[in-house]
């Protein structure tokens, strides 16, 4: 760190999430001094403004990483498999939102509001986890506290730019060609997703479900430290642009009411209730767009279990499930829980 503040790099700067952690780090005034931009050579030239200045995306080797303190990777698993001990051989922290680290149990999986005190662990690597994943555990937290929960069933309706870039351009030009009454071509997608929905994200594999299904419960149990929770996870993947959301059903030890639930989840960290369905407030993709928080609605009683609720929870996929929570774990280093 200098006098002025840290040397920061971004990997994958020019894709969707790494535009979004140039918004958060100047939102935030985090103290940048130099900032090294990485990507692909296609990528490489490109200018990039930040704080007042233009800084020039460089082609990202596994020699990029002279002089950086926290690098900040957005790239596909097998780059930061590549690339993410060679940054912490330069004397790097890696925040790696990949899923190539996250189930190393020499990695800390963190999530700022739920379990910073994993970051004290850190070996030069901390993993972000799933966007989806995210979410959940900020809500479950504050109920396990609670009541212990003991099973978890989730089905989640993702926005399109969880797929990144060209898949949000993938939308926007299939919708424009079903509305001409054209075919719709599928690139990104297996099928069309304008005006459609996909039961599909990641690879299927083990006993029919996805690896997004997988990774969402074996992340919760990493996170909340407890692999006793029982959890059932189906991923779909909607037309929309941006914002994650879950209908979900969580079992607990103990009883608690749907007004029980109700202001633990209003006074935990990062979370935001909005539940008035009479008067059709309820949180919504739209809702969340651009937001920091979490928002929480529908908190009901499950009629079919004494010691069970329904709640619906959406969020800003790029921000809270991917590019703060990584800014939040560089800032909680930076404070000291660890470096």
């Known amino acids: 760190m200098s006098e002025r503040g840290y040397h920061v790099a971004i990997v994958g700067a020019t894709g969707a999430v790494g535009q979004e952690m140039f918004k958060i780090l100047e939102e935030r005034k985090f103290p940048v001094a130099r900032l090294t931009l990485l990507a692909s050579e296609r990528s490489a030239g490109k200018r990039i403004p930040f704080a007042g200045e233009e800084w020039t995306v460089q082609r990202l080797t596994e020699q990029s990483f002279g002089g950086v303190d926290y690098a900040l990777f957005s790239a596909s698993a097998a780059v930061s498999k590549t690339c993410a001990p060679a940054a912490v051989q330069a004397g790097a922290v890696v925040i790696d939102d990949s899923s190539a680290f996250r189930m190393d149990p020499a990695v800390p999986l963190v999530v700022t509001e739920v379990n910073p005190h994993a970051l004290t662990q850190h070996r030069?690597?901390?993993?972000?986890?799933?966007?989806?994943?995210?979410?959940?555990?900020?809500?479950?937290?504050?109920?396990?506290?609670?009541?212990?929960?003991?099973?978890v069933v989730v089905a989640t309706y993702q926005s399109v730019s969880g797929s990144g870039a060209r898949a949000m351009e993938e939308l926007e030009r299939q919708t424009r060609e079903t509305i001409a009454g054209q075919p719709a071509t599928a690139e990104v997608f297996p099928h069309q997703i304008a005006f459609n929905c996909l039961p599909h994200i990641d690879a299927f594999g083990e006993m029919g479900y996805t690896g997004e299904e997988w990774k969402m419960v074996r992340e919760t149990h990493k996170i909340m430290e407890d692999a006793a929770i029982g959890m059932s996870v189906t991923t779909v993947r909607i037309p929309v642009y941006r914002g994650h959301s879950e209908a979900v059903n969580i079992e607990t030890e103990r009883k608690l009411t749907a007004h029980d639930a109700r202001e633990l989840l209003a006074t935990a960290p990062g979370l935001a209730v909005i539940d008035d369905p009479e008067k059709a407030r309820y949180p919504m993709p739209i809702t969340a767009s651009g937001r920091d928080e979490v928002f929480v609605g529908r908190i009901r009683e499950d009629p079919s279990h004494a010691r069970a609720l329904n709640l619906w929870l959406v969020s800003d996929n790029l921000r809270k499930g991917a590019a703060l929570n990584m800014i939040q774990i560089m800032e909680s280093l930076c404070a000291g829980v660890s470096r």
């Open 124 to 151: 030069g690597i901390i993993a972000n986890p799933n966007c989806s994943t995210i979410p959940l555990v900020m809500v479950l937290k504050p109920l396990h506290l609670r009541a212990r929960v003991k099973r």
